[in-house]
């Protein structure tokens, strides 16, 4: 048998079949339109755009979401008649898109479709229709429009309820709440009782009312920009704000604005206007602002006046503005770093003159009263010549014979009292050491290595077993002056290494005066070590009273 009679009639089928699927795929689709029903209510439609056309009901199918079509029965609980479509006794499974064909003669297919949400009891405050807000006293709530369409329809009743009680004596399509204040917000729900086929059915719509403060308008305040001038930076950007103050709840009617010379801001001339109005807080009050900016800040800006206008529904009110350059902050800097720079160079040179400073003023101080005290001597010099070796005891020698009394006395006229020097032979020397530490005003310890310890002396200086042997007697009468009457301040001096052992071998009383003073060292073998007007001799200087006792004295013979 030949089979090509068989393939031609297949190509015919398939080329069909493909026609008719691009035929549906062709229908001309209108906007969809969306609901939020509540579970058990029932719900009419009927599309905007059916209602202004006379198309033949027989024309008409309608689909679910399954593309399953839907049946006209109305014994059915959801079913149609030509453009119009009845859900009854709804559940949340009924949820989907609904679309309705429609095919004229012609052959021409139009798809009206339709989203159906169904919600429960519990979630009704979370689907309301468009809120009512406004200051008017008394208040209009329209039932939503598919709740009215089908009340009207079908010849229903209205019944209203606030927060989900009943109202009593409201059955119109809208309800006026009169007088209102903030007692009256709440959510306001329709409900449209109906018969379609002797059974009754219900519809609902909720809007949410709230009620806003009353208009006050206030004469329009200015509050920024609150000085006639500002800086700015030639060259750089800048933001000039402008805020006006109008009243409470006057949205509408606050306005802030720029004008530069008289003339609205152009943008082309590097200006940029931006205004935002504002009812802010629990008080309601309304506040508009008006921001300019510009770019680059030109030399002609300088010279230019912008004016800040503020306009009310009855007031107007303005405030020029001019710009002033800014000084450069790099010469203010240069001042406060130069300023810095001579307190810390002040600082310095106190922390490392302050000895010398102090030298330099004393002749301009005025006297103190320990320096008007009748004392004959400045300083009372004990030393120890115990367990030296020859070197160290001709050092010490050498520095209180011949360096200590010819600065101290014979350049800068201090009296001093060294042991076997001033001391008469014969006199009682317990008594002589008392009435002369009494008599001085500091007491100079010379410290050598091995101060403290051992026995044995020698009498190449002026000084005797009696009298210098740390311990004895003398020291016992400065410390006890030192520590416990604080009569007299000690110069500690050392003369050579401290050694292994340190201070330790000393008096206790004497430690605790190192403690709190360290030793001067005396710079034995320095070049200008000599010198009158070295470091070391500043600083005895500076440790000795301010006024030597011989002049003080002399002072007062005068």
């Given at each position: 048998m030949d089979a090509s009679p068989l393939l031609l009639i297949i190509f015919v089928v398939m080329s069909t079949s493909e026609l008719s699927e691009t035929a549906e795929l062709a229908c001309e689709q209108s906007g969809m339109y969306s609901f939020s029903i509540l579970e058990g209510e029932a719900f009419y439609y009927m599309h905007y755009a059916l209602t202004k056309r006379n198309l033949s009901d027989e024309k008409f199918t309608w689909y679910n979401s399954k593309n399953e079509s839907l049946s006209s029965d109305e014994e059915e609980r959801i079913h149609y008649h030509g453009g119009q479509i009845f859900f009854f006794n709804l559940v949340p499974e009924d949820s989907g898109v609904y679309t309705a064909r429609h095919t004229n003669p012609s052959g021409k297919c139009s798809e009206y479709p339709l989203e159906v949400s169904?919600?429960?009891?519990?979630?009704?405050?979370?689907?309301?229709?468009?809120?009512?807000?406004?200051?008017?006293?008394?208040?209009?709530?329209?039932?939503?429009?598919?709740?009215?369409?089908?009340?009207?329809?079908?010849?229903?009743?209205?019944?209203?309820?606030?927060?989900?009680?009943?109202?009593?004596?409201?059955?119109?399509?809208?309800?006026w709440v009169k007088n209102t204040s903030k007692e009256h917000e709440g959510i306001y729900t329709c409900i449209c009782t109906w018969k379609h086929s002797h059974k009754v059915y219900n519809s609902s719509g909720s809007r949410m009312l709230e009620v806003e403060a009353p208009a006050v308008f206030r004469n329009t305040e200015i509050l920024t920009p609150a000085s006639k001038e500002q800086?700015?930076?030639?060259?750089?950007?800048?933001?000039?704000?402008?805020?006006?103050?109008?009243?409470?709840?006057?949205?509408?009617?606050?306005?802030?604005?720029?004008?530069?010379?008289?003339?609205?801001?152009?943008?082309?001339?590097?200006?940029?206007?931006?205004?935002?109005?504002?009812?802010?807080?629990?008080?309601?009050?309304t506040f508009s602002t008006a921001i300019l900016t510009i770019e680059k800040v030109s030399a002609e800006d300088f010279h230019k006046k912008f004016k800040c206008i503020g306009r009310g529904?009855?007031?107007?009110?303005?405030?020029?503005?001019?710009?002033?350059?800014?000084?450069?902050?790099?010469?203010?800097?240069?001042?406060?770093?130069?300023?810095?720079?001579?307190?810390?160079?002040?600082?310095?040179?106190?922390?490392?003159?302050?000895?010398?400073?102090?030298?330099?003023?004393?002749?301009?101080?005025?006297?103190?009263?320990?320096?008007?005290?009748?004392?004959?001597?400045?300083?009372?010099?004990?030393?120890?010549?115990?367990?030296?070796?020859?070197?160290?005891?001709?050092?010490?020698?050498?520095?209180?014979?011949?360096?200590?009394?010819?600065?101290?006395?014979?350049?800068?006229?201090?009296?001093?009292?060294?042991?076997?020097?001033?001391?008469?032979?014969?006199?009682?020397?317990?008594?002589?050491?008392?009435?002369?530490?009494?008599?001085?005003?500091?007491?100079?310890?010379?410290?050598?290595?091995?101060?403290?310890?051992?026995?044995?002396?020698?009498?190449?200086?002026?000084?005797?077993?009696?009298?210098?042997?740390?311990?004895?007697?003398?020291?016992?009468?400065?410390?006890?002056?030192?520590?416990?009457?604080?009569?007299m301040s000690v110069i500690l001096i050392q003369l050579g290494d401290t050694g292994p052992q340190g201070y330790t071998n000393l008096p206790v009383g004497l430690q605790h005066l190192i403690r709190k003073s360290a030793p001067l060292k005396w710079p034995e073998g320095s070049r200008g070590a000599r010198a009158w007007n070295s470091r070391f001799w500043k600083r005895v200087r500076y440790l000795m009273p301010a006024r030597p006792a011989e002049k003080c004295r002399w002072s007062a013979v005068v």
């Open positions: 169904v919600f429960n009891a519990s979630s009704r405050a979370r689907f309301l229709y468009g809120g009512i807000k406004n200051s008017d006293v008394n208040k209009k709530v329209p039932c939503p429009d598919n709740v009215k369409k089908t009340c009207n329809m079908f010849a229903g009743n209205f019944t209203w309820y606030k927060d989900f009680n009943l109202l009593q004596g409201n059955h119109g399509a809208d309800l800086f700015a930076v030639e060259g750089s950007g800048i933001k000039l704000n402008c805020t006006v103050f109008c009243g409470t709840q006057v949205y509408r009617d606050c306005h802030a604005s720029w004008h530069v010379n008289g003339a609205a801001p152009n943008q082309v001339d590097g200006y940029n206007l931006t205004t935002e109005t504002k009812t802010m807080g629990p008080s309601q009050n529904l009855f007031t107007t009110n303005d405030v020029t503005l001019t710009l002033k350059r800014r000084e450069s902050i790099i010469p203010l800097v240069i001042r406060c770093l130069s300023v810095l720079f001579c307190f810390v160079f002040a600082a310095v040179l106190v922390k490392c003159f302050a000895i010398d400073l102090a030298l330099f003023f004393r002749p301009y101080l005025p006297l103190g009263s320990h320096n008007k005290d009748a004392k004959l001597y400045d300083a009372f010099v004990v030393y120890q010549m115990q367990s030296m070796d020859k070197v160290t005891e001709e050092a010490l020698c050498r520095f209180v014979t011949q360096i200590l009394p010819p600065i101290l006395e014979e350049k800068c006229g201090y009296r001093l009292f060294i042991q076997g020097r001033d001391d008469i032979p014969g006199e009682d020397r317990l008594q002589l050491v008392e009435d002369s530490i009494n008599q001085s005003r500091r007491l100079m310890v010379i410290l050598t290595p091995g101060s403290g310890s051992g026995s044995e002396f020698t009498d190449q200086c002026p000084a005797s077993a009696e009298n210098s042997v740390i311990g004895g007697f003398d020291w016992q009468v400065g410390l006890h002056h030192a520590l416990v009457q604080r009569e």
